[in-house]
């Protein structure tokens, strides 16, 4: 479904991923875990098409997406959900996951999405802006899903969430690759979040994949070493 085969990325002179090499199957949850620094969110960017690669391929839903543009490859199956959200606080939570129906040639807003989201439906003429950071987060990713991907990415989604949130959402993010046989790929520093929801785990560390490990019999000290400060 995802393959990402030695992909380089810059900022100007400054090379910040180096040669990642890693495939994600449909129906599996991978994260990518590290500190800050470490190039997670420049991953994400680079996967989505904000930031653009130097080098190497990614291979999404069996097109290479590598030079296409953000919009070219939520229409080829990818889906992003941005650090800190970034849903649009003066739109209702409707007209918020409506904007990712676009891409799709939709009208009407999948039962689905509703379903997963209780919250969404009760506050749904309620300005995004006036939800709180945990219903914020349920509305970014609701918004990715209208646009029906294949590849659901998030980066750092249990910034700002309280704990209890942050169960619910791990639930939740099982729930939609069961529903919809798509793989997600998790950007995150959140050890126990990680250990409750992801199949497969890639640590990430100065730009470059240094350990990896599946979910039965997982190295938690191990990984949990690359994540101290």
């Not at 420049?42 to 690669?53: D, E, Q, R, Y």
């Not at 350990?211 to 990984?223: K, L, M, N, T, Y």
């Amino acid at each position: 479904m995802l393959e990402v085969r030695n992909l380089n990325v810059a900022y100007g002179q400054s090379q910040v991923l180096h040669g990642l090499d890693f495939t994600v199957q449909p129906g599996e949850i991978v994260a990518i875990v590290g500190r800050n620094g470490m190039g997670k969110t420049t991953l994400m960017k680079s996967l989505i098409g904000v930031v653009p690669a130097k080098s190497g391929q990614i291979i999404a839903n069996g097109a290479n997406v590598t030079a296409m543009p953000s919009h070219a490859r939520v229409a080829n199956g990818l889906a992003y959900v941005p650090q800190g959200r970034q849903i649009f606080g003066a739109m209702t939570v409707e007209e918020n996951i409506r904007t990712g129906l676009s891409a799709t040639g939709r009208c009407v807003i999948p039962d689905e999405i509703y379903s997963l989201f209780p919250i969404l439906w009760e506050f749904n003429k309620r300005r995004g802006g006036n939800l709180s950071g945990g219903q914020q987060q349920q509305l970014a990713i609701a918004r990715a899903l209208a646009s029906d991907p294949k590849v659901l990415l998030l980066d750092e989604p249990t910034e700002g969430i309280q704990p209890s949130i942050i169960k619910d959402l791990a639930k939740v993010l099982k729930e939609i690759r069961d529903m919809r046989n798509l793989c997600i790929i998790v950007s995150e520093q959140v050890l126990s979040f990680v250990l409750s929801v992801a199949d497969r785990i890639l640590v990430l560390e100065n730009g470059r994949i240094v350990h990896s490990d599946v979910r039965e019999g997982v190295d938690e000290a191990a990984i949990a070493r690359f994540l101290a400060v």
